[in-house]
C-alpha cells in the first residue's frame, strides 16, 4: 500500500548533536513537504521540493536543511540541535496533478 | 499574505448530533482551494474535504459538507450524525494554485465526541 513513512516517530536528543528525521513515500508523487507543528498551533512550512534535486525553504524561517537526491527520499537535518527545536515535523507529498496532500504520522523531536 | 482563522479551539457534541466548525480566510486571490483536514490523536493527517473557489456548490462527503461563502470569505465544516471516531483535530487550510502551493493552515479545532 502506498504510503508515507516517517522515523523515528518520537526522538529525545541532547543540544548540540545532530540529527537526521527521515521521510519516504512510496506514492510516487513529484512534490514534498516538511512542515512543523508546535502542540495545539497550526503547521508552519519549513521546506519543500518539487522533484529531484529541487529544494527550498518555507515561510518558516529554521535552521534546518534538506535535500533530495532521490524522488522517494526527502530527509530533514539539524545540525546542532537546540531546545528551540523542540516540536513535531510533518512530512507531506503531494502529486503534480492535485491540490491534496498526504501526510505522514509525524516525528515528535524533543531537545533537552 | 494569506491567513486561516478558526475561532472555536474546542468544540465537543452528542454521538449522533450535528456539529458545525467556523473557519475563515483572508486572501486577494480570486482562484484558490479550500480544506478541512483532521488529524486524530497521534495518527497522520487525511483530507477530510476539499472545495474550489471557482465552484458555487459547497462540497459533500458523506456525513462531512461545507458552507462555502466566498464573498464573506467563510468555510465552515458541517458532521453530521457524529461518531466517536470523528475526535480528533481538525484544521481548516487554503492554498493557491500558483507558486510553491503550500497550505496554510488554521490553529484548529479540537472536536470531542460524548457517548
Known amino acids: 500500500e502506498a504510503d508515507i513513512y516517517q522515523t523515528p516517530r518520537y526522538l529525545v536528543i541532547g543540544t548540540g548533536k545532530k540529527i537526521t528525521l527521515e521521510c519516504s513515500q512510496t506514492?510516487?508523487?513529484?512534490?514534498m513537504y516538511w512542515y512543523q507543528q508546535d502542540p495545539g498551533m497550526e503547521l508552519h512550512l519549513i521546506h519543500y521540493?518539487?522533484?529531484?534535486?529541487?529544494?527550498e525553504k518555507g515561510d518558516l524561517s529554521s535552521e534546518s536543511t534538506v535535500s533530495r537526491i532521490r524522488t522517494e527520499h526527502f530527509p530533514l537535518t539539524l545540525e546542532s540541535a537546540r531546545p528551540s527545536h523542540t516540536s513535531q515535523y510533518l512530512c507531506?507529498?503531494?502529486?503534480?496533478?492535485?491540490?491534496?496532500?498526504?501526510f505522514g504520522q509525524g516525528t515528535r523531536l524533543t531537545v533537552v | 499574505a494569506q491567513t486561516v482563522t478558526q475561532s472555536q479551539p474546542e468544540m465537543s457534541v452528542q454521538e449522533a448530533e450535528t456539529v458545525t466548525l467556523s473557519c475563515t480566510y483572508d486572501?486577494?486571490?480570486?482562484?484558490?482551494?479550500l480544506f478541512w483536514y483532521k488529524q486524530p490523536p497521534s495518527r497522520q493527517m487525511i483530507l477530510v474535504i476539499r472545495q474550489e473557489a471557482y465552484k458555487q456548490q459547497n462540497a459533500t462527503e458523506n456525513r462531512f459538507s461545507v458552507n462555502f461563502q466566498k464573498a464573506a470569505k467563510s468555510f465552515s465544516l458541517k458532521i453530521s450524525d457524529s461518531q466517536l471516531g470523528d475526535a480528533a483535530m481538525y484544521f481548516c487550510a487554503y492554498r493557491t494554485p500558483f507558486g510553491n502551493e503550500k497550505l496554510t493552515f488554521g490553529t484548529g479545532t479540537r472536536l470531542t465526541i460524548i457517548p
Open positions: 521540493s518539487y522533484g529531484v534535486n529541487s529544494t
Open positions: 486572501t486577494s486571490e480570486s482562484d484558490y482551494y
Open positions: 507531506a507529498t503531494s502529486p503534480r496533478s492535485s491540490t491534496e496532500a498526504f
Open positions: 506514492m510516487g508523487h513529484d512534490k
